[in-house]
């Protein structure tokens, strides 16, 4: 199978660019994220949130719920913004938790940036 392009969406300081890079075909479902129907997007994304936050710290969290106060410490925040941007093929910025404290959050500024490109 030859390679084929995918994007990639970077997201920093509120700014989303998208580049474009040569992959293996067994990766383009996974990169081309962004070209699934947005309300399905929405719950691909808050259930790896959900799976992410879990696997930091073990339990399920409610979306409303600060993050922090869940039990998330600043190592667990590296983590989670490490396994966020390479699951979703996008770069968060390290200070995803702080700004983002929750699921919804964190959901939401994830959406609103696919919404922006």
Known sequence: MAASW?????????????????VSPRAVPALCFSKVVPPV?????????????????GTAVALSTPLMEAGVDSLGATE?????????????EATLLF????IDSIVGAYSSAMART
Not at 80 to 92: D, M
């Open 80 to 92: 989670l913004q490490r396994g966020l941007s390479e699951h979703l093929s996008t770069e968060f």
């Open 41 to 57: 997007q929405t719950e691909a994304v808050e259930a790896a949130v959900r799976g992410c936050v879990q696997s930091i710290i």
């Open 6 to 22: 995918a994007s990639r969406v970077v997201v920093k300081q509120g700014k989303v660019k998208r580049s474009e890079s040569r």
């Open 99 to 102: 700004d983002h404290p929750s």
